[in-house]
């Protein structure tokens, strides 16, 4: 596609349940990122994928976040056992090789009741 | 961790004034960007500057660095109703964490017709 899509765009759950969240990015953009942002704030890094590499993991808040991607392709971001305070709107990015920009998806808003 | 402090939090101009906000931040950069995201979603980058760059113009749109100080300017001229969005500023430390963004809090721009 054109630009970078993420599914669902919206999600409810319960408290304690798990959430699979999935972005495809713009093709050939070796690049995927995925951020948090919380009601009013700006956005948390996650987690960032490049290549084959291994992924810089650095942001994940809690064992309970996961993230995978296959090749240079689609990505999926996991919550496990989810809290009221992982609410926010979870934002996927990618990169193309030898760039700075960052092409944003229209993120995924999560509640967690 | 939010590494840029922006201000104003929140900035209400009448369309056809300028609109300046200020970004500072805290460990060295590669490159800072400028990111406008409209409705709570959907993040645009708008202007890309490098740490050995002073200055830069697109359109209305002219960014300052100042990296003695590590702070930024964005500003917009000659407003208009629909630059209302909010505005961030990212940071890439580059090196191992480059294309790794750190975002600051965000300043919410009003302009009114």
């Known amino acids: 596609g054109a630009g970078v899509s993420q599914s669902p765009s919206n999600k409810v759950t319960e408290k304690g349940k798990d959430v699979e969240l999935r972005c495809d990015p713009i093709?050939?953009?070796?690049?995927l990122y995925w951020y948090r942002q919380r009601l009013g704030q700006g956005l948390e890094f996650l987690i960032y994928f490049q290549g084959n590499s291994a992924p810089d993991k650095s942001g994940l808040p809690s064992d309970r976040f996961s993230a995978e991607r296959t090749g240079e392709s689609v990505s999926t971001l996991t919550i496990q056992r989810t809290q009221q305070e992982d609410s926010a709107v979870y934002l996927c990015?990618?990169?193309?090789?030898?760039?700075?920009?960052?092409?944003f998806g229209p993120g995924t808003r999560l509640t967690v009741t | 961790s939010q590494q840029g402090e922006e201000d104003p939090q929140a900035l209400s101009i009448q369309e056809g004034e300028n609109a300046t906000m200020n970004c500072s931040y805290k460990t060295s950069i590669n490159n800072l960007q400028w990111y406008r995201q409209n409705s709570g979603r959907g993040l645009v980058h708008l202007i890309l500057?490098?740490?050995?760059?002073r200055e830069k113009h697109s359109g209305r749109l002219r960014v300052t660095l100042d990296t003695s100080k590590k702070s930024s300017s964005l500003l917009i001229t000659a407003s208009r109703a629909a630059d209302t969005a909010s505005y961030f500023c990212a940071t890439d430390g580059g090196g191992t964490s480059y294309g790794k963004l750190t975002f600051g809090q965000g300043t919410i721009l009003t302009v009114h017709p």
């Open positions: 093709s050939g953009h070796t690049a």
């Open positions: 500057i490098r740490s050995n760059e």
């Open positions: 990015a990618a990169r193309d090789r030898g760039t700075y920009e960052q092409y």
